[in-house]
């Protein structure tokens, strides 16, 4: 039997996340034939079949769910492995991939990018942005060195240093901006506007409110805190958004914003990474630096 290639291990991990030999292709930048022709050569070389191949989806097979698993430990094993010398680099450099959830992203990362361009110019950084479930997967297996996450994770396998602890702040119509401030507990009374389901920030307004997201009451949702403040401003509801979305989110929509009452409720970011990672230390040291930057 001839050798198994990273290269085949990379296309078929990509294969089973994507579902679809197209996604997969696209995801790995190769053309579908080429990817396709890498899989056969894999089931060849292993003599069994990995994937059956469906019109629209792929299913694996008992071999290939089983591969999978070990194709991810090898490939993150590889991953930190070509991490390790810059263990030994007086400074951080090379690729970093930093991931975000959406509720951070847009408010700090600009920041965040400009900061570490001048004080690491030899770093690499590729940012994404996703919600806190795909990034604790990317994190899991590798595809992300480290990420701005709302804590805590509950994640046994992550070092987790908090950076920020900001408000929650409540978002009114303009013309609602005379009338009293609402005690959190009032608020579930209120037509109150959510992200979708996915966003941890859903959670954490839930939470607030003291409401339960498997209860029955209709709750107005959107895809960003944006479409939320627009949507107040168009007179409907009201929503809770963190108080470093005030500048970029209110500037333009005729809203009002208002500090809770105490207890003011708050969250808190930090920057995880796993504890496994060669880079730890410099991230730790990266982590001390944030507040300061931010």
Same mark, same amino acid.
């Given at each position: 039997?001839?050798?198994?290639?990273?290269?085949?291990?990379?296309?078929?991990?990509?294969?089973?996340?994507?579902?679809?030999?197209?996604?997969?292709?696209?995801?790995?930048?190769?053309?579908?034939?080429?990817?396709?022709?890498?899989?056969?050569?894999?089931?060849?070389?292993?003599?069994?079949?990995?994937?059956?191949?469906?019109?629209?989806?792929?299913?694996?097979?008992?071999?290939?769910?089983?591969?999978?698993?070990?194709?991810?430990?090898?490939?993150?094993?590889?991953?930190?492995?070509?991490?390790?010398?810059?263990?030994?680099?007086?400074?951080?450099?090379?690729?970093?991939?930093?991931?975000?959830?959406?509720?951070?992203?847009?408010?700090?990362?600009?920041?965040?990018?400009?900061?570490?361009?001048?004080?690491?110019?030899?770093?690499? =950084? $590729?940012?994404? %942005?996703?919600?806190?479930?795909?990034?604790?997967?990317? /994190?899991? !297996?590798?595809? +992300?060195? @480290?990420?701005?996450?709302?804590?805590?994770?509950?994640?046994?396998?992550?070092?987790?240093?908090?950076?920020?602890?900001?408000?929650?702040?409540?978002?009114?119509?303009?013309?609602?901006?005379?009338?009293?401030?609402?005690?959190?507990?009032? =608020? $579930?009374?209120? %037509?109150?506007?959510?992200?979708?389901?996915?966003?941890? /920030?859903? !959670?954490?307004? +839930?939470? @607030?409110?003291?409401?339960?997201?498997?209860?029955?009451?209709?709750?107005?949702?959107?895809?960003?805190?944006?479409?939320?403040?627009?949507?107040?401003?168009?007179?409907?509801?009201?929503?809770?958004?963190?108080?470093?979305?005030?500048?970029?989110?209110?500037?333009?929509?005729?809203?009002?914003?208002?500090?809770?009452?105490?207890?003011?409720?708050?969250?808190?970011?930090?920057?995880?990474?796993?504890?496994?990672?060669?880079?730890?230390?410099?991230?730790?040291?990266?982590?001390?630096?944030?507040?300061?930057?931010?």
């Amino acid at each position: 039997m001839n050798e198994i290639t990273l290269k085949q291990l990379r296309y078929f991990h990509s294969l089973t996340q994507h579902g679809h030999f197209g996604r997969a292709a696209e995801a790995c930048e190769i053309s579908q034939p080429a990817l396709s022709f890498q899989i056969r050569e894999l089931e060849r070389q292993l003599g069994a079949q990995l994937v059956e191949r469906g019109s629209r989806q792929i299913h694996l097979t008992a071999l290939g769910a089983s591969l999978v698993v070990r194709a991810r430990d090898i490939l993150q094993a590889v991953d930190e492995l070509s991490q390790l010398a810059r263990c030994y680099s007086e400074t951080l450099s090379g690729k970093l991939r930093l991931g975000a959830i959406p509720t951070v992203a847009p408010y700090l990362l600009p920041r965040l990018i400009g900061c570490l361009r001048q004080h690491y110019p030899l770093l690499e =950084l $590729r940012p994404r %942005e996703a919600v806190t479930q795909k990034l604790l997967s990317d /994190l899991l !297996e590798a595809r +992300l060195d @480290v990420a701005l996450l709302a804590l805590p994770t509950a994640e046994s396998w992550l070092t987790e240093v908090p950076i920020i602890k900001e408000e929650f702040v409540l978002v009114r119509p303009l013309a609602d901006a005379a009338k009293p401030v609402p005690q959190t507990s009032a =608020l $579930r009374e209120l %037509e109150l506007l959510l992200l979708e389901e996915g966003h941890c /920030l859903r !959670e954490q307004a +839930l939470s @607030v409110c003291q409401l339960s997201s498997s209860g029955p009451r209709d709750l107005i949702e959107g895809n960003s805190l944006s479409t939320l403040v627009q949507m107040v401003g168009a007179g409907i509801g009201v929503t809770l958004i963190p108080e470093m979305a005030i500048p970029v989110e209110t500037a333009s929509s005729p809203v009002s914003v208002a500090r809770l009452p105490d207890p003011r409720p708050y969250r808190t970011i930090g920057l995880v990474w796993r504890k496994s990672n060669p880079i730890g230390d410099k991230l730790a040291e990266l982590a001390i630096q944030l507040p300061g930057w931010l």
